[in-house]
């Protein structure tokens, strides 16, 4: 890795303001399912459990996000084993973006969250939830505060990025 991928962050996040974001298929992952919408009622889960569902008219970009936020993470040691914090706390923060804001306003919001995660794996810290116990029922993010457009667009202009 020659350069941070924190500043791999910067980077996409500027390219989320020029307008840059793509567009995939809906994406699904480590316990996380984007959707366009809800999908329907099934019956109670079993041993395994039921994938986090992100449920956003934005699915296409917030798809091709995830696919540049996995490409960020995938090279630090044992991704395989803390992915599904990872995405987890990606969707959590994703649901907590009202469904009324623009796209790169999502899209913002999920790469804030994600910078957290990246720095702690940058400096060899644990992941905040991260436990090597499989806990069922899943409750990743549940420590993750209410969405704020205000702390975010703080955030942004900290590292130098204005967010309008």
């Known amino acids: 890795m020659t350069t941070t991928q924190t500043t791999r962050l910067d980077e996409l996040a500027l390219g989320i303001l020029a307008?840059?974001?793509?567009?995939?298929?809906?994406w699904g992952g480590?316990?996380?399912?984007?959707?366009?919408r809800p999908s329907p009622p099934k019956p109670p889960s079993n041993f395994y459990p039921d994938k986090d569902e992100v449920?956003?008219?934005?699915?296409r970009k917030l798809s091709w996000l995830f696919t540049q936020l996995r490409d960020v993470v995938n090279e630090f040691p044992e991704y395989y084993i803390w992915k599904f914090e990872y995405f987890g706390r990606l969707a959590a923060r994703a649901s907590?973006?009202?469904t009324s804001l623009p796209a790169e306003t999502?899209?913002?919001a999920v790469v804030y969250e994600a910078y957290e995660m990246v720095g702690r794996l940058e400096l060899g810290l644990p992941l905040p939830e991260y436990d090597e116990i499989i806990v069922h029922p899943r409750t990743l993010g549940?420590?993750?505060?209410?969405f704020s457009e205000h702390d975010m667009v703080e955030f942004y202009a900290s590292r130098?990025?204005?967010v309008a």
Do not use: F, K
């Open 19 to 26: 307008g840059a974001a793509g567009s995939e298929s809906p």
């Open 30 to 36: 480590a316990g996380v399912v984007l959707r366009g």
């Open 55 to 59: 449920v956003t008219p934005h699915v």
């Open 96 to 98: 907590s973006v009202p």
């Open 106 to 108: 999502l899209l913002l």
């Open 142 to 146: 549940a420590g993750i505060e209410d």
């Open 160 to 162: 130098g990025i204005t």
